[in-house]
């Protein structure tokens, strides 16, 4: 039987089984482009949680983690347009090797922000990995150097991504019934 919480989704988008192979080759991806090197991989929460514990996994290389807690969405399917720190990194970004780690990479503008902001930390290169791209909604000029999955211009939840902080346990991406909107 579905869980309450799966009667709200209305079409699965990205099964649990193409997360894995394509996580998979995603850290080897890196691992390669890395090898000899000690990266950071730096992943921006709260939507990526799920991705980051996959992805560090995935790439067995000497490497630090490190975290960053932004906000944009205000509990909508709209961004507010401006990125918040909730919460910012603790170690220093001096001369390293950062790979941000996203969820999703919508309009472009929390990443375009991102990227400017650890370079002005002193980062030797900048790597932006995201799991899914919707690039026809990009407002800013940023591209991912690696994506998971492209996916339509649908609001997707699951593996990490929430709509008004529900469904990041849902281990599969997906899009929400219409009436789950309704009463927002
Ligand atoms: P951007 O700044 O517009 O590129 O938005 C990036 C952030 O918005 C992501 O890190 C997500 O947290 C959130 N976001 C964008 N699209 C979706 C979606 O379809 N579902 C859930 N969150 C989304
Ligand atoms: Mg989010």
């Known amino acids: 039987m579905k869980s309450e919480m799966e009667q709200d989704i209305l079409k699965v988008l990205v099964t649990e089984e193409q997360l894995k192979a394509r996580v998979g080759?995603?850290?080897q991806a890196l691992y390669e482009k890395f090898q000899g090197r000690r990266p950071l991989f730096l992943s921006v929460l709260k939507g990526s949680f799920v991705f980051m514990a996959?992805?560090?996994r995935a790439c067995q290389l000497k490497s630090d983690v490190e975290f960053i807690v932004v906000s944009s969405y205000e509990n909508a399917t709209e961004s507010s347009g401006r990125v918040h720190i909730v919460h910012d990194?603790?170690?220093d970004l001096t001369g390293r090797?950062?790979?941000?780690?996203?969820?999703?990479?919508?309009s472009g503008r929390t990443l375009a922000f991102l990227k400017e902001y650890f370079m002005a930390k002193g980062a030797a290169s900048i790597t932006i990995v995201t799991l899914l791209d919707k690039p026809s909604r990009r407002t800013k000029a940023i591209t991912a150097d690696l994506a998971g999955f492209v996916v339509p211009d649908e609001f997707v939840v699951g593996y990490g991504l929430d709509y008004a902080q529900q469904y990041r346990n849902v281990p599969y991406i997906g899009v929400l019934k219409?009436?789950?909107y309704a009463g927002a």
């Open 25 to 27: 080759e995603m850290g």
């Open 97 to 106: 090797d950062v790979i941000i780690v996203e969820d999703i990479l919508d």
């Open 89 to 91: 990194v603790q170690q």
């Open 178 to 180: 219409p009436e789950v």
């Open 54 to 56: 996959d992805l560090v």
